[in-house]
Each structure stands twice: as C-alpha cells, then as structure tokens.
C-alpha cells in the first residue's frame, strides 16, 4: 500500500491531469521493432530523471515513432525510492522541428492501478549536441481520464531537463 501511494504522488507531482489511445500492430518492414528512420516519418526517444523538492526521483523513458496515421510507442515511468512502475502505449506522437508531443494511455501500473486505462500527454525538446548547447527539456505531465490529443498541445512551459536526453527526428 504504502509503494502504490508513493508512485502516485510521485506520479501527481509530475504530471497535470489526461491522454490518447489505440495500439496498432507491426507489419512489414517494421515489425522488428527497428527505430530506422526510413520506414518512419519521425521518431523520438527521451530518458532521464526527474527530481522532486521532497527528494523523489522517478525515471521518465519513451521511445515513438510514426508514418502517415500509424503511431506506436511506449512510456515508462519509475519511482527510484520505492520502484513502483507504470506502463503506457504511445498513440499519438506531434513532431514540430525539435520539440514532440506524445499521448497514450496507461496499460500496467501493478502499484497505482488507479492510473490504469487512464490516459496521458508530454512534451519533450531536443536542444542538439555540441558546445554552447543547453539541455534537453519537458513539459509536465498530464494525466486523467482523457483521451488526450497530441496534435492539440497545451501551453505548457518546458522545462530543462538537466539529467535527461531527448531525440526527436
């Protein structure tokens, strides 16, 4: 009880309050799973840490990918002080030059299931490598009942994600 109360709060403090949903199935080229760009019009990948005042660090991961209407892609997030996990299925990825929005829904989250068919939406900034270049950057999370539509972002800030990598191509 107590693990399934710190994901959730964990979880509530990173995120606002909805999402978008509906997993497609691989075919083709594409059913290895690969993240090569030429059987997809954009992919993202993002990682990294996310730290609270109140000394709670999760890990925010997501890999998408799309082609005209097809979008597939997974979130996980990780609550490092009691490992609690919730799972997502991406179904809505909105690339707009370096920045990505993704929405989708929570499949498996064994110790907040409250989170479960419940849907979400983020945002992510890929700021490039090299010198003089700042850090990657996120949005706060939104979660709740949803669907969320990615391809309507709402006016979130980014923030830098100091100890975070994002890939949007």
């Known amino acids: 009880m107590y ?5 959730t ?17 691989p075919t083709g080229p594409t059913s290895t799973g ?12 993002a990682g990294g840490f996310v730290d609270f ?3 709670n660090r999760f890990t925010l991961a997501l890999t998408a990918k799309n ?4 979008t597939r892609g997974q979130l996980q997030m990780q609550a490092r002080t009691t490992i609690d996990t919730a799972h997502g299925v ?30 979400f939406l983020v945002g992510v900034q890929d700021s490039g490598v090299g010198p003089g270049v700042g850090p990657d950057a996120r949005t706060s999370m939104l979660v709740g ?3 969320f539509d990615c391809n309507v ?17």
């Open 3 to 7: 693990a399934s109360k710190a994901l």
């Open 9 to 25: 709060g964990a979880l509530l403090l990173f995120v606002v309050v909805a999402g978008c949903g509906q997993e497609g199935t």
């Open 34 to 45: 690969s993240l090569s760009l030429s059987a997809w019009d954009h992919i993202v990948s």
């Open 53 to 55: 005042p109140a000394g």
């Open 67 to 70: 082609r005209d209407d097809d």
């Open 90 to 119: 991406i179904d809505c990825l909105n690339v707009l030059g370096n920045t990505a929005w993704v929405s989708g829904t929570f499949t498996h989250s064994p110790d907040a299931p409250a989170f479960e068919g419940g849907s």
């Open 145 to 147: 009942p949803g669907p």
């Open 153 to 169: 972002p709402p006016p979130f800030a980014f923030t830098p994600w100091d100890s975070g990598n994002v890939l949007v191509k």
